[in-house]
């Protein structure tokens, strides 16, 4: 079985890194350096060390059993390319919103595009180094998740930190599509 999850989440939050952790084979990116002309458009605030992006998707795949294969596609996190994101999404089976504390307004967008479509998605908090840890009930509270939604922390360079979240989103997602069937089975 092949299925598909998406990495979504704000500029410099992560993604590319995180499907280039997990990834069996050599991850497509589409990173461009950024430019003097998007520095209008980009807010490095935070991610001051940032010098590219992603403009289209990242791409890898993970075997997690002999039966199970993720496609992970990776989003990109400006306003701008949000164009992309209802063409990433079509036929995924969850997503995944990559959180960082240091900017988690930007977390916002992922949350409600997901909320708003149904799809089944985990909110995985990147700890990013000399970042202000938070407990997840405080970082859940900011954002405003429905109690449902798993939210786990991780570390986006480790290949186990990031199959963990994988596995979270996969569970999820099967959980609630077993909830639909029995309540479509009782109806």
Not at 130 to 144: I, Y
């Amino acid at each position: 079985m092949t299925l598909k999850i998406l990495v979504a989440g704000g500029f410099g939050v992560g993604k590319t890194t995180l499907v280039g952790a997990v990834s069996e084979i050599r991850p497509l990116r589409t990173e461009e350096v950024l430019s003097e002309a998007g520095q209008p458009v980009d807010d490095v605030d935070g991610v001051e060390g940032k010098t590219t992006t992603t403009v289209a998707m990242d791409f890898g795949r993970i075997t997690l059993r002999e039966d199970l294969v993720l496609y992970v596609f990776g989003t990109p996190g400006q306003d701008r390319f949000w164009f992309l994101w209802d063409e990433l999404a079509q036929g995924a089976l969850g997503a995944v919103v990559l959180a960082d504390t240091r900017r988690l307004a930007d977390s916002f967008a992922a949350v409600d595009y997901f909320e708003r479509r149904g799809i089944p998605f985990t909110v995985a908090v990147n700890c990013f180094e000399g970042a202000d840890r938070f407990p997840g009930e405080t970082v859940r509270s900011a954002l405003d998740l429905d109690p449902e939604v798993p939210l786990v922390m991780c570390d986006a360079r480790e290949r186990e930190s990031v199959k963990e979240v994988l596995v979270a989103v996969v569970e999820h997602a099967m959980t609630l599509a077993a909830r639909q069937r029995e309540h479509a089975a009782t109806t």
